[in-house]
């Protein structure tokens, strides 16, 4: 079982507010990652971490930012969101350099009116 | 550019079926092929990971296979159950990059 967290689950907020999406994860890994995923669609890489203080955008053009401080935390920040911003975000880990299963998060279902 | 695709992309099968999803990729470069499945409204669950070197792996009644050459892997799911319903993505990452690219998933139901 994996302990990868993140919250809130669920989040209604208006247009122009800053939010933080939080994931944490207990198994030490180095790698991180941040998807977006839409109803019936594929995920999309926005951001990617191999370590602390190492992050890369990934694929999917976003207006969000991340951070890794420490090992176990890999925050996004979205500085004002928009109702395009609307989707299931989701945050997975994996361990490096043996394997690279990837564990997932119950993701963030984020909807901005 | 590699492209992910699975078929069908819904199958509604009644309990006790063997049953095969597809996914074939357009580039065979790759470094390892990950199935997982998804129940609505929640993350991923890794079932199988194969790596390049590999032609097939098993877990329970799960059966993945890959062939490279061909650009192509299976998931077979044997004597079928209601609670396998969800839906099952497979991803290929690709040699010398972090990034995986996914399908867009098989929504499996499983009649009672």
């Known amino acids: 079982e994996a302990d990868i967290y993140q919250t809130p689950r669920y989040l209604v907020i208006g247009t122009g507010k800053k939010i933080t999406l939080e994931c944490s994860q207990t198994?030490?890994?180095?790698?991180m990652y941040w998807y977006q995923q839409d109803p019936g669609m594929e995920l999309h890489l926005i951001h990617y971490?191999?370590?602390?203080?190492?992050?890369e955008k990934g694929d999917l053009s976003s207006e969000s930012t991340v951070s890794r401080i420490r090992t176990e935390h890999f925050p996004l920040t979205l500085e004002s969101a928009r109702p395009s911003h609307t989707s299931q975000y989701l945050c997975?880990?994996?361990?490096?350099?043996?394997?690279?299963?990837?564990?997932f998060g119950p993701g963030t279902r984020l909807t901005v009116l | 550019k590699q492209e992910v695709t699975q078929i069908p992309a819904a199958l509604s099968v009644p309990e006790g079926e063997n049953l095969v999803l597809n996914c074939s990729f357009t580039?065979?470069?790759?470094?390892?092929l990950q199935w997982f499945r998804q129940d609505p409204g929640k993350g991923l669950t890794s079932l199988l990971l194969?790596?390049?070197?590999?032609r097939e792996q098993t877990s329970g009644r799960l059966n993945a296979s890959l062939d490279k050459s061909s650009g192509r892997s299976t998931l077979y799911i044997a004597a079928s159950q209601p609670g396998d319903s969800a839906t099952y993505l497979c991803?290929?990452?690709?040699?010398?990059?972090?990034?995986?690219?996914f399908g867009t998933g098989t929504r499996l139901k499983v009649l009672a």
């Open positions: 997975a880990s994996s361990e490096s350099p043996s394997t690279d299963t990837q564990y």
């Open positions: 198994m030490g890994h180095d790698k």
């Open positions: 971490s191999y370590g602390v203080n190492s992050t």
């Open positions: 580039d065979s470069a790759i470094y390892n």
């Open positions: 194969i790596q390049s070197s590999q």
């Open positions: 991803a290929v990452k690709a040699s010398g990059t972090y990034k995986y690219i």
